[in-house]
T-cell receptor, first 114, second 112 residues
Framework: DGGITQSPKYLFRKEGQNVTLSCEQN?????MYWYRQDPGQGLRLIYY???????QKGDIAEGYSVSREKKESFPLTVTSAQKNPTAFYLC?????????????FGSGTRLTVV | QQPVQSPQAVILREGEDAVINCSSS?????VHWYRQKHGEAPVFLMI?????EQKGHDKISASFNEKKQQSSLYLTASQLSYSGTYFC?????????????FGTGTRLLVSP
């Protein structure tokens, strides 16, 4: 079955540590996205990528980095520069024009700073 | 730029109806609706396109008022499975690639 796989489901980070969240899709979608979800604030866009080897900053990119070396993969690194990283992170993908199918989301990674 | 959703929360008894609104200050090309169960991924419900028709499936439908830049989601004869948080995602297509801007969500609880 086609879909998006995020891993790990839960992740704990120590102060000053970088961590990488994985996102893989087999839907043959061109576009991929990373959103952060905090209670009461909905989903906020971190980074997005329209095509391999190209990505753009979203509204809250500071303290995060991404890469898009393969069409299927769009990993997110939460760096030590991100001062408040505890949140639920969602990866999504779509066709280039969003068409009639909207986004397909992964099941998310819950990151906690310890 | 973030669309405003209302109400923030709704509590229904099974079988009752609800309306969730999504308003934007920007001109919209499309509005998407998603439902998220606690701790799970949001699931796509439907998309309303500028100039398009009202959409719906089963007892969930939606409309898009282009003049008011507002969309409404209608849930009729609610079922327990409708519980969750509903998000609208708005697309403001001018040129080039667009992405969705999401509202803050409406929490819906349907009780027996």
């Amino acid at each position: 079955d086609g879909g998006i796989t995020q891993s790990p489901k839960y992740l704990f980070r120590k102060e000053g540590q970088n961590v990488t969240l994985s996102c893989e899709q087999n839907l043959n979608h061109d576009a991929m996205y990373w959103y952060r979800q905090d209670p009461g604030q909905g989903l906020r866009l971190i980074y997005y990528s329209q095509i391999v080897n190209d990505f753009q900053k979203g509204d809250i990119a500071e303290g995060y980095s991404v890469s898009r070396e393969k069409k299927e993969s769009f990993p997110l690194t939460v760096t030590s520069a991100q001062k408040n990283p505890t949140a639920f992170y969602l990866c999504a993908s779509s066709t280039h024009t969003l068409s009639n199918y909207g986004y397909t989301f992964g099941s998310g990674t819950r990151l906690t700073v310890v | 730029q973030q669309p405003v959703q209302s109400p923030q929360a709704v509590i229904l008894r099974e079988g009752e109806d609800a309306v969730i609104n999504c308003s934007s200050s920007k001109a919209l090309y499309s509005v998407h609706w998603y439902r998220q169960k606690h701790g799970e991924a949001p699931v796509f419900l439907m998309i309303l396109l500028k100039g398009g028709e009202q959409k719906g499936h089963d007892k969930i439908s939606a409309s898009f008022n282009e003049k008011k830049q507002q969309s409404s989601l209608y849930l009729t004869a609610s079922q327990l499975s409708y519980s969750g948080t509903y998000f609208c995602g708005t697309e403001m297509r001018n040129t080039g690639f667009q992405k969705l801007v999401f509202g803050t969500g409406t929490r819906l609880l349907v009780s027996p």
